[in-house]
């Protein structure tokens, strides 16, 4: 089974500064994919990033980008010009196919983000 | 398009009591997912339907636990019993089939358990 762990329960950055968040997740598959989630406090969580294991060029989204080492089996998330929206619980994801078309996905246990003003 | 709704959107009930949630997916969309999701970790995938059926329930506790999705749209997930240890957020997801689908969530519906 996949496991992921992100490491850092709490995170912190000054407003217009960079920050990463670290994740990392064990497989034996060869191909997957992995998800950055933002939970905005009583908001619903919302896809962040994507990023195909069988490209070796790393996603990006705007301010965000990720950092994704596949032999180390490492997908941080680099946020740029942190904003006092960016303030949420983030979460690593990893998508597993279980047949037929379907997917599922384990997530970490999140790491909290505040931004500060 | 409108998103996923779920109602509702809070529920307290005491130990042994039973609730219900309810889940509307976006409109076309044949996978829906019902995650918990307690203080402080991830979301835990309960049960994944595809259409009518089920795809996966390995980690529904079943003696407690149903769900059901008639029609193929909307979802019930019921609590039958209730524990303490129940207390959660009730994520309900939903997406297309197919390899580059994303998953859309819900608002959640926290439930305490006293």
């Known amino acids: 089974a996949q496991t992921v762990t992100q490491s850092q329960p709490e995170m912190s950055v000054q407003e217009a500064e960079t920050v990463t968040l670290s994740c990392t997740y064990d497989t034996s598959e060869s191909d997957y994919y992995l998800f950055w989630y933002k939970q905005p406090p009583s908001r619903q969580m919302i896809l962040v990033i994507r990023q195909e294991a069988y490209k070796q060029q790393n996603a990006t989204e705007n301010r965000f980008s990720v950092n994704f080492q596949k032999a180390a089996k490492s997908f941080s998330l680099k946020i740029s010009d942190s904003q006092l929206g960016d303030a949420a619980m983030y979460f690593c994801?990893?998508?597993?196919?279980?047949?037929?078309?379907?997917?599922?996905?384990?997530f970490g246990k999140g790491t909290k983000l505040s931004v500060i003003p | 398009e409108a998103g996923v709704a779920q109602s509702p959107r809070y529920k307290i009930i005491e130990k042994r009591q039973s609730v219900a949630f309810w889940c509307n997916p976006i409109s076309g969309h044949a996978t829906l997912y019902w995650y918990q999701q307690i203080l402080g970790q991830g979301p835990k995938l309960l049960i994944q339907f595809q259409n009518n059926g089920v795809v996966d329930d390995s980690q529904l506790p079943k003696d407690r636990f149903s769900a059901e999705r008639l029609k193929g749209v909307d979802s019930t997930l019921k609590i039958q019993p209730a524990k303490l240890e129940d207390s959660a957020v009730y994520l309900c997801?939903?997406?297309?089939?197919?390899?580059?689908?994303?998953?859309?969530f819900g608002p959640g519906t926290r439930l305490t358990v006293t």
């Open positions: 997801a939903s997406s297309y089939v197919g390899l580059f689908t994303e998953q859309y």
């Open positions: 994801a990893y998508r597993s196919d279980n047949g037929a078309g379907s997917y599922q996905l384990t």
